[in-house]
């Protein structure tokens, strides 16, 4: 049975759809959430990402309906699912968010071992005093990795942990980001030179779904469109593309495993309370 609500958000009619308005939309996770390689126009080192574009369809269709809106992001790259299901998540009940989208444990998932059952069984807890708040909560899945060079090698891993992320939405009543089967994220060209990361191209197909999960306006099923075929690489460039990621991606990811340090360390949020969005976020 789901918790009793204890702001009953506002219902909103959109066109044929009937949405929920919700007034203050907290984002908790990792580099996923913060909007790495996904670059703010102008700012050095500040990214958007999917969560900023979602909370810029939240605050649009909020002004439609004269509902207030504001939105934090305490996601910081490199955390742990321990790091979100903590301290960062009780961050973010002191803000009193009315709905909360938590992505984590992806790179528990990309540890050499991970207990699946604890991570999932932490994620759970989170999600179960989120939804003790009266809060909702957007629950996100992990994207289908199979075709992907490197992080592929992991997909069943990622599969078993989304599984279990549809069993703790189901018993608690959560919306839920479906990137398993958003096909359009399978093309490399969604995806950042990093090979884990999304592109700006990714990170706004992502949000669209996000939106539309929530039951906003969206153009069409635009997000759900494939990207033209692409000229295939030959197999020099291919080569040539290997080194550079090697070279540029993985070696430092490697130097920081063995040094045992996190990209994230010393980092602190982008949007540490929840303030509206300015015009030019929108």
């Known amino acids: 049975m789901s918790p009793a609500r204890t702001r009953p958000p506002r219902v909103a009619s959109v066109g044929t759809v009937i949405a929920r308005t919700w007034e203050r939309y907290v984002a908790v996770g990792d580099s996923f959430t913060e909007g790495l390689m996904d670059p703010a126009p102008g700012k050095p080192d500040a990214y958007v990402g999917w969560a900023d574009r979602l909370a810029g369809h939240l605050a649009a269709r909020n002004a439609e309906v004269g509902a207030e809106f504001g939105y934090a992001n305490l996601a910081i790259r490199g955390r742990l699912i321990a790091d979100v ?4 998540l009780d961050d973010a009940l002191e803000l009193t968010p ?5 992505s984590a444990g992806g790179n528990d998932c990309l540890r050499p071992k991970v207990d699946l059952d604890e991570v999932t069984a932490q994620v759970e807890d989170a999600v179960s005093r989120i939804r003790e708040t009266g809060a ?3 629950l996100v899945t992990a994207p289908n990795v199979r075709e992907a060079p490197i992080v592929g090698r992991i997909n069943p ?3 078993e942990f989304t599984a279990n992320l549809w069993g ?5 009543d959560c919306y839920v980001l479906d ?7 399978r093309d490399s060209r969604m995806w950042a030179a990093d090979r884990i990361h999304f592109s700006p191209e990714g ?4 949000a669209g779904q996000a939106a539309a999960t929530l039951g906003l306006p969206v153009d069409g099923q635009s997000y759900r469109e494939p990207l033209p075929p692409a000229a295939p690489l030959t197999r020099w460039e291919t080569i040539a593309a290997d080194r550079e990621w090697a070279r540029t991606h993985l070696r430092p990811w490697i130097v920081r495993r063995i ?3 996190s990209s994230g360390d010393g980092r602190t949020p982008k949007r540490p309370v929840i303030e509206p969005l300015t015009l030019e976020e929108n």
């Open 136 to 138: 909702d909560v957007l």
């Open 168 to 172: 703790v939405a189901t018993r608690h």
């Open 203 to 206: 990170h706004d197909r992502i």
């Open 179 to 185: 990137l398993w089967n958003l096909i359009p994220l």
């Open 259 to 261: 040094r045992g340090q």
């Open 157 to 159: 891993r990622v599969a």
């Open 98 to 102: 009315d709905l909360v989208s938590f």
């Open 85 to 88: 299901a903590g301290p960062q």
